[in-house]
Each structure stands twice: as C-alpha cells, then as structure tokens.
C-alpha cells in the first residue's frame, strides 16, 4: 500500500458540519467511531455483509464499513445517535422501547437506520415490505419479529 | 412478611460467598447497589435480578442499581451460563436481600424505639405506627452488611409478589437503542493502543519465519510482538493496527500441521475414533416382553458456529500494579484464573472487569481474545491495549458446538408398545471453558513458542446435566432403556459450549425417532407423547400448544405440514413444547412457531416470552441453514456469506405462551426452546414430504438427497 496522501473532506455528521483531513479510503465507520466518538454505529463484518454499521448517507441506508470517506464528500450522514435522543426521541426509537424489540441489541443500531430509509420512502408499509426492508440487517438473538411489530408501531404513530 | 425459617443449607452462590455486603449496598443517595456474579449477556438478566431485589426490600426498581461484576468486587458465581442465573444468583439474592430487610428493621426499630414486626417498608421509607419513619439510606450503614448470610429469614411468598412477575422493560435497553457507549468495543482508556493478533491460515500450522521490516517501518506501529507461533501486532490506531495485520499475514511463512476431517462424512469419522465410552443410564424392565421388531434411525448434527454479529473484543493493561483486563467472558473469575496460570501470574494481581459484548451464547472467542489483549499488553508499556477480533476470526477461530452423530434404537412388542430404548452418542466434549483444567483454554496460549497443552474438550458432569449426553434420557415411560455416550477425544476443530450444548441434538433425535415411531404404527404424534408421559406439567405443555396452534384442527394440504416437539431441558429445567408449521417449496420455509412452556415461577414475563422467541428463532436458523464448512486444511465459512443465517423475511411467526407456575422453583429459559424446535420443524417437514430428512441443516441439498434415497 502506497502512503495515503491525506485530503481534505467536508461532510455533515448528524447536521454538523465537519471537514477532516484524512485519507480518503478511511471507512465512514473508522471516521465516525474513532474521529467523531460516535459509537452507535457498530462493527460487525467489515464487509458489508451484516448491518451494524449502517448509517444513512443522503436518507440512504448504507454499510459505512464498506464506504469510504471520499465517498461522502459533501453529504450528510446521519447516525443512530442523530435519530433521537432520550429526551427526543425518534418514533422508531420509542417504538422499540415499547416492543421490547432487543436482546443484545448489537444490531439495534443497524435495524433502527434500515428503519427510517424504509419509513421515509413509504411511511406505512405492510409487514412484508418492512421485513423486506430489514433482510440486510443481522439478527443473531432472534428479536426479528419484535423489531418488525416495532417499525409497524412506529409507522402507525408516525402518521397517525 | 418474612418470618424466621429454619436453618437451611445455603444455595450454592451464597455458600461461596456469604458476606451479605459482597451482594447489597445501601447508599446514602438513596438507592441500594446490587453485585451479582452474573453477567449481562444480553439475555436480560440484570432487569430479572434487580426485580427479585426490589421485591425482597421493598424498593421501587428504579432504586436498584446493578454493579457490572469485577473479580474485585463481586461474589465468584462461576459462569454465566447453563440457564442457572435465576436459579443460582437469583436464589441468593432473594436471601440475601430478605435478610438484610430484616436486619434494616431490626436497627430501625432499635433507632425508633417500637417493635421490628410493627414496621412496614415501602419504596426504602420504613415506618411505623405514629409517624416514626427512617429509612435504609438513612440508616445506610456498611457495618450492618458485614456479616455471613445465616439463610435464615425467608423471602416472600408469591402471592406478595408486586414486582415479580410482572413484565418490566429491560433497564439496559434505553442505552443500545439510543446509540450509547455501552459495548466493550466502545470503551476508549487513556492512552490506549489498538492490537491486533495474526490467526494461522491453517487449522493446524506453525510459524516457521517471519519478515516483518516493512511493517515495523509502517508511521503508527508501536510493537510486533511475537512468541513461537503467535503473532500480534500494537499500532496507534485501529486503521494502522489492521493494516499492518495484512502485512504481517504476507511475510509469515507457515508449516501445515494435521489435516481436517472430511466435513461430508463427519458421522463416520466420529464412529471411528477412539472413544471413551460411558453408560449415562440404564433401565431394566421388570418384566420382560418379547420383542416383536426393532427401529433403527441415525441422526447428525454439524457443527455450529456462535455467530455473534459484534466480534470478540477486549481490554488489558500491564503495569506496576498488575494486569487489569476488559472483557465481555461469561465467567471473569474462571478468565483471571486462566489468565495467571498463562502469564505466570498471581491471582490477586489480576483484576477482571466485565463490560458488556454482543450477544452471548455460548464460550464464543470472549476469553482467547481477552488472552491476546493480555499478550500484547505485555510489550506496551503499561498502557491500555485494545484488540478486536476480525469477523473471520470470530467465525473460524471461536470455539464450535461439536459436530454429533446420534444413533436410536426401538424395540416393539406384538402390541406395538414400545419395550426397549437404545440411544448412543458420539460427540467431542462440550466445554473447554477456562478456569478448571490443568492448562489454560486460550486458543492464543497453544501457539505460544512453548505452548500449553491442547485439552480435549470435556462433558460437565451429568449431575449438571452433562454435555454431550444432555437431555439425551428420553421423558417417556419406557420400561427399559440403555443410553451411551462414545465421548471422542481427537478434537480437530476446537469444541465447547454452544446454548443447550448436546439438547440440540438429542432432542431433535429423540422427538424425530418417536415421530417415525408414531408414523409406523399409524399413531397422532401429539397423542402418541401423551400416551407415553406421565409428568403433569410435560402434558400440560404439549397439550397447550397443541391447542394454541389448532393442531387437531389442521387442514392437509399439499407441501405443508405441521409437526410437535417436546423437552425438559436437562431433564430438571423448563418444559417446552413446539408446534412448527412449514411449507416445503424450494427450501423449507417455517411459517409459525406455536410454543408453551413453563419455567416454575417466572421473574420477567416478557423477559422470559424474548428469551424464548429469541431461542426458537436461533434454532430455526441452525436447523435451517447453519453448518461449518472447512476443507482439509481450514475452516472456510468464515464470512456471513459462507455462514448464512436466518433473515427477518425466512422469521417464522412466533407466539409464546407461558405456563405459570408460582409456587415452583424458577428456572432459566435460555436454552428450552433450541431442541424441541429442531424437532418440531424435522417432524413437520416429514408431515409436508413424507420425507425423513435426519441429518442437520434441513437445507433444499438435503432434502433432495433424502427424496432421492426414497425413490431410488
């Protein structure tokens, strides 16, 4: 590997603006872990294969293990700590709460941004579509269906 | 009220540990700390123990608060595991804390001046008659704690339960889902480094030289640490920490030691190994029939991977005070005696503190990558080093559920009434957990330049409900019966605990045999278990979901079926029963999940319907689609894509109902679903097919296997 020249990045981070300067083939997930503190987003495969890491880049579901920062250049990202906070907190975020809809809850993270691309390209989608939405994201502990009857509350508050 | 009960031996985790301040602390704030030697491994456990501990001090849930266990401030209660953590830690703080009521009302009516037994406690406040009040944070006094448990106050009786019992939502929740620092991946030490360890790239290879200039050139490299065969590298950052790995990978040159197995005839390399063999029950029939004819099935098992979706993670750090490690283990006491015997050590300089992981079934890589962490701490300098195990590490590298053949045998007389049993097992051992054995179970410690001793994996005693043998004695009445386990000690790939260890298999053995059993002599496979039980609550179970799932309602029709599933795990823990409906169509697809079960006394209703949900739906991805695959030389399925599991869209329908049983003993629910689960599913796809698919996973190649067997 060539020494990486370090450039220049600006992206925003959960609505801040951030500029790095960095090598651009650093993951997304390095960057907001290490850099940023941001520890929501979890490392699961590396790989792209799991969804632990999953953030939304421009409402995009996408693995930010798998993403480079040059990739993001003038995007926005959003993390699961900028869904909601305790004291705000996302519909999807009291809807688990409400389901109970973890074990582990190492995937949460993951689930929960799989969740709010589905619900912002089609805010009451049927069980299907969301169970569709979610086949990306790895679940080892099987609260499968408690994360689904989460999303379908969640839809229903959201628009109700 | 509590009263005084006669002297009763202590339960276990409270014998061991018998100062009551090692498991409750009144604090001045107004809240009282709760140490528990088990840990939170995603399961809930922490939410059922802080309710049985606000239900015995009358203390609302939100004035509890649960102590992370630490080898230096927590009672040693061994493992976090085998379902016992209601039973063992949960028994003892329900002593525990009803003692130390008591003792609180004693002092308070000393203070007060009025009887003990006029008081009342409520929310901490405890009062008496004319408005005399104090409390136990005003009373909070470690002094009053610092004496032996006598076991001699009892604890509540159900019917005054007001928390327990009760649903209550997870209290360790709220953090994973809003994102918090709450994993050990997430925690940052001052100064800390990022280590990474090189696996071989066989199953069985030797370092024999190693170029490693470029990467001590690499900016950011602090140390390559090396000892015989395992290699390890420190590095500022993680990104310099993983690039660096790939070039320590591309200047080792390694030595292929023993090949693998051939992962297709698993069953047959089992049978021909050297075995120690044992009887693990046999029954004599008092009368003996004669035997009119006799079946015979084979049953198989792969091995299985752990498969948490967080990699095994930990912290270690060496200095003039000792060596303190971070880690997720299930039993931090058993990782530090491991970690001294490794690192020449004394018990007493190691501090062992658990931080949460990913979700935890089993001896996973927790405690070999806990052993690297310690390794490479020993070349940095006193600072912090933190390693994190790649996936493929994780899902080549951790210890395995063993590969198991099982073998059934049935004798019928003339009236079709089963009159003899024979079940035999061939099995590697089911734990290589640290802390117990002559030579430490890290798989990093075999690759040091003088290496520890390989153990073969063992069986924990049956007493415990063994390991291999697990819930292999069949439930039903038979008159006569005779159970073997062939133990095999050549251990290819590394084996230990995987949830239910060898349940999984006997009971979908044992329930797929009874099925074919039923099949054979024209019988309703829910009647033909009645038939055959004599245990009330085993009926109860069966009978439940049968009718919760509308079994004798069913409707034939073509490429789906329905089929049951019944065990007592370990034969001494919860019932459960499953009713799976599948459709056979490309692949098997299991729509629902109808299950009962009946754990005794349950503590969290909706912790104990997750664990159960959670344990079938796991159960349904082994029985499915899970096996490790490795060639002659390596484990190959270490990606997601070549070890797939259940996704949200194959999740059958799960519905959960729970027996309750107030006034029997609490037991854990981790592990009641796994086996009955399998079976269940193997006996509806014989419904659908009319095929009898008896090795694991029921994948579409199986199947067709099977119908080409059948036909040809």
Known sequence: MSAARPERFSFRVNGAEHTLEADGDTPLLDVLRNTLGLKGTRFGCGNDECGACFVLVDGHALASCATPLWAVGGKSVTTVEGLGRPEAPHALQRAFIAEQAAQCGYCTSGMLISAAALLARSPRPSEEEVRRALDRNLCRCGSYNRIVRAVMRASGEATA | MSGVAAAAPLPTSLHGNRRLAQWLRFRAGGYVEVLSGKVEIGQG??????????????????????????????????????????????????????????????????????????????????????????????????????????????????????????????????????????????????????????????????????????????????????????????????????????????????????????????????????????????????????????????????????????????????????????????????????????????????????????????????????????????????????????????????????????????????????????????????????????????????????????????????????????????????????????????????TSALRSLGAYANVFAIESFLDELAAALGENPVGFRLRHLEDRRARAVIERAAIRAGWNQWRKREGAGHGVGFARYKNAGAYCAVVAEVEAEAEIRVRRLTIAVDAGLVVNPDGVANQIEGGAIQATSWTLKEAVHFDRERVTSDRWEAYPILRCSETPEVDVDIVSRPDCPAVGVGEAAQGPTAAAIANAVFDALGIRVRDLPLTAERIRAAIDRAIG
Request: a negative charge.
């Open chain 2, 45 to 494: 456990i922490l939410t059922a123990l802080a309710q049985i501990a606000a239900e015995e001090l009358d203390v609302s849930l939100a004035q509890v608060r649960m102590l992370a266990a630490s080898t230096a401030t927590s009672p040693d209660e061994g493992f976090t595991s085998g379902s016992l953590s209601i039973q063992d830690s949960g028994t003892a703080l329900r002593l525990a804390c009803a003692e130390a009521r008591a003792i609180f009302l004693a002092a308070a009516a000393d203070r007060l001046g009025v009887a003990a037994d006029s008081l009342a406690v409520v929310d901490g406040v405890i009062a008496g008659a004319g408005g005399a009040q104090t409390s136990y944070w005003a009373l909070a006094d470690a002094v009053l704690l610092d004496r032996d448990a006598t076991g001699r106050v009892a604890p509540k009786g159900a019917a005054a339960h007001r928390i327990v019992g009760t649903p209550v939502t997870r209290l360790d929740l709220p953090d994973k889902i809003f994102g918090n620092a709450c994993y050990i991946h997430d925690l940052e030490l001052p100064r800390m480094l990022h280590g990474r360890v090189l696996r071989p790239p066989a199953a069985d290879a030797t370092l024999t030289d190693l170029d490693d200039a470029e990467v001590r050139a690499l900016s950011g490299v602090v140390a390559v640490v090396r000892d015989g065969s395992l290699l390890g590298v420190i590095a500022e950052s993680e990104s310099v920490a993983d690039s660096a790995l790939k070039k320590l990978a591309a200047g080792a040159n390694w030595r292929q030691g023993a090949s693998l197995p051939d992962v297709a005839s698993m069953a047959t390399w089992l049978k021909a190994q050297v075995a120690n063999t044992s009887i693990v029950d046999s029954k004599i029939a008092t009368s003996s029939r004669p035997v009119a004819r006799t079946l015979k099935a084979s049953y198989t098992r792969p091995y299985l991977a752990h498969g948490s979706i967080g990699p095994s993670c930990a912290l270690a750090q060496l200095d003039a005070s000792g060596l303190r490690v971070w880690t997720h283990s299930q039993g931090i006491f058993n990782l530090r005696r491991d970690l001294a015997l490794t690192l020449g050590l004394a018990d007493g300089s190691i501090v062992v503190q658990h931080v949460q992981g990913a979700g935890c079934y089993g001896h996973n890589g927790a405690d070999d990558v806990a052993f690297d962490a310690a390794f490479l701490a020993r070349a940095a300098g006193g600072v912090p080093v933190r390693v994190q195990w790649s996936r493929a590490d994780e899902l080549a590298w951790a210890p395995f559920g063993p590969a198991m053949a099982v073998d059934l045998e049935a004798d019928l007389d003339e009236t079709h009434a089963v009159v003899g049993w024979r079940h035999a097992i061939w099995s590697n051992g089911h734990t290589s957990r640290p802390g117990g054995a002559r030579s430490p179970a890290f798989l990093g410690a075999w690759h040091l330049a003088t290496p520890f001793e390989r153990l073969s994996a063992i069986n924990p005693p049956v007493a415990r409900g063994g390991g291999a043998e697990r819930n292999a004695i069949p439930p039903y009445a038979f008159p006569a019966w005779q159970i073997v386990n062939h133990h095999v000690t050549a251990m290819p790939l590394r």
